[in-house]
């Protein structure tokens, strides 16, 4: 069965994640120096104030200790906070990577999303896969609210079709404030779009949502 993608206008992005201002360099132990790399990735919670207040590990790098400095660094760095659509600072959660390279040695890194959708087909012009962006707000109860993309320009059947999934199919883990209570964020969304044969209409199959999966 497939699902066809709605093609909805959405607004011009407003709403804003927050971004690292100072970044701490993560300690690489002699283990990980010997090994061909690593590559850790975690969504960190950052205050309204920008003060971080979780990093919550997603994908690990095989080296617990690795993992763990590179969550101390995410933890140690600054941070200007999100904002939402109004303006005003929000909490957030953006995902973080930390990736080691040995010079000497070949990593097979391939480009990480948080949601993998195959598509019939890919729009004229596109490549075999993209990897597209947007800035959600969530509500407290893990409701997407909004979607802004992050691309510029008039949004592409990718981008629409990325809102459409949030806005409609998925579910997200709501950031915790200071006390571990629920509230609305801001929060970073990628959706990796790879082809495949079908017809002419650009459409979704739809297992590959993943309905109770929090993202």
């Known amino acids: 069965m497939f699902i066809a993608l709605l093609a909805a206008e959405v607004t011009q992005p407003a709403a804003k994640v927050p971004i690292a201002t100072s970044l701490r360099t993560p300690e690489v132990s002699r283990e990980v120096r010997k090994s061909a790399g690593r590559v850790v990735r975690a969504k960190l919670t950052i205050s309204p104030t920008g003060k971080p207040l979780l990093c919550d590990v997603l994908q690990e790098s095989g080296d617990q200790a690795f993992d763990d400095t590179s969550c101390a660094a995410f933890m140690a760095s600054r941070y200007k906070p999100g904002v939402d659509r109004a303006g005003k600072p929000a909490y957030g959660i953006v995902t973080v990577e930390n990736i080691y390279i040995n010079p000497r040695e070949k990593l097979e890194y391939q480009a990480i999303s948080d949601l993998v959708l195959a598509v019939s087909r890919m729009p004229r012009g596109a490549a075999s896969y993209e990897v597209r ?72 199959k739809d297992d590959a949502f993943h309905h109770d999966k929090e993202y």
């Open 133 to 204: 962006q947007a800035v959600l707000t969530v509500d407290a109860a893990g409701n997407a609210v909004t979607c802004d993309n992050v691309a510029k320009g008039a949004a592409s059947p990718l981008d629409k079709a990325l809102c459409t999934t949030a806005l409609k199919t998925l579910h997200f883990k709501p950031a915790l404030d200071e006390n571990g209570k629920p509230v609305p964020s801001v929060q970073s969304f990628s959706v990796m779009f790879t082809a495949q044969n079908g017809p002419d209409k650009i459409e979704v």
